[in-house]
């Protein structure tokens, strides 16, 4: 098999060179062979905050070795360009010292669709942090105009899944900031939700990170951080009732527990807006809005 790793744009796209010709390849894009890292101006759209200089360091070795594979996206900006997909590889060009890089060029996009691109490249490939990832949903959400649903099948995920995400970005400041620096998960955060107050959140997190709980230890705490109604024998819950009830939960997308009593028992189903209640009463089959 003939090796055509690391040796440019032309091995990756017969009859391209670097001698600034485009290739078109479908109605507004351009294969630009080559675009000089220097014109190109950074995402207005990025919802990756921080970026990992180990992982950058490793890309740029491996791009040393082997070329940019996969061309970054960029679009036209007057006599430059803005990036709209790729900006690890074009940051680990900037530590190889490289001057020019390969690029898929679209010479017309409004700023809805470079969004778009930009932000579900990102949610794809799962390499966000939990309130990256939310603040990611709720921009395409709010400045897009997409539904729950829209937005769940955009990126190939479950509408409770990012239901599940955007509750995070509800949660004080200060546990947005352990989620964000990987202190604790998008679990411990789920489980913080069901605290009644804000400083009850914020003091079990910092216990979390403290200890370092499983989000099935931060999960026991706060339950058994809720009042006991006195005079009432609390009864032991089966596990089949405890499975049905992670089971609900996922289905729904919030917090649902299930009450056992003699005869029969209860349900309790959470929300925490208008908009949410308006999702469940759809979910689950009822007529009628908020």
């Not at 060009?93 to 017309?108: D, H």
Request: proline share 4%; glycine share 8%; with cysteine.
């Amino acid at each position: 098999m003939k090796r055509v790793l690391g040796k440019g744009l032309e091995a990756l796209i017969p009859g391209a060179a670097s001698d600034g010709k485009d290739v078109t390849i479908s109605p507004g894009v351009n294969v630009i062979r080559e675009i000089p890292v220097s014109k190109i101006k950074p995402s207005p759209f990025q919802p990756r905050l921080n970026f990992d200089r180990g992982r950058l360091e490793e890309l740029a070795q491996s791009i040393n070795v082997r070329g940019v594979i996969q061309p970054i996206v960029v679009r036209t900006a007057g006599d430059a360009f803005e990036l709209i997909v790729g900006e690890r590889r074009l940051k680990a060009l900037e530590l190889l010292g490289r001057e020019r890089i390969p690029a898929m060029v679209y010479n017309a996009i409004s700023n809805e669709e470079a969004m778009e691109l930009t932000l579900i490249e990102n949610i794809q490939r799962e390499d966000l942090n939990p309130i990256e990832e939310a603040r990611a949903y709720h921009r395409l959400m709010t400045e897009c105009s997409l539904t729950q649903n829209d937005l769940a099948e955009k990126v190939g995920r479950d509408r409770s899944s990012v239901a599940n995400s955007l509750r995070l970005l509800s949660l004080p400041a200060e546990i947005q900031h352990m989620l964000s620096e990987g202190k604790l998960s998008a679990g411990h955060g789920r489980a913080l939700l069901a605290v009644g107050n804000d400083a009850g959140k914020v003091g079990l997190a910092e216990r979390a990170v403290r200890e370092e709980m499983s989000v099935r230890d931060l999960e026991k705490l706060v339950y058994a951080d809720k009042p006991q109604k006195r005079g009432k024998r609390v009864r032991l819950r089966s596990a089949q009732v405890m499975a049905l009830e992670d089971e609900l939960k996922r289905k729904l997308g919030t917090k649902v527990s299930l009450t056992e009593r003699r005869k029969g028992g209860k349900i309790t189903i959470e929300y925490y807006s208008n908009d949410e209640l308006d999702r469940l009463l759809e979910i689950l089959g009822v007529k009628g809005s908020t």
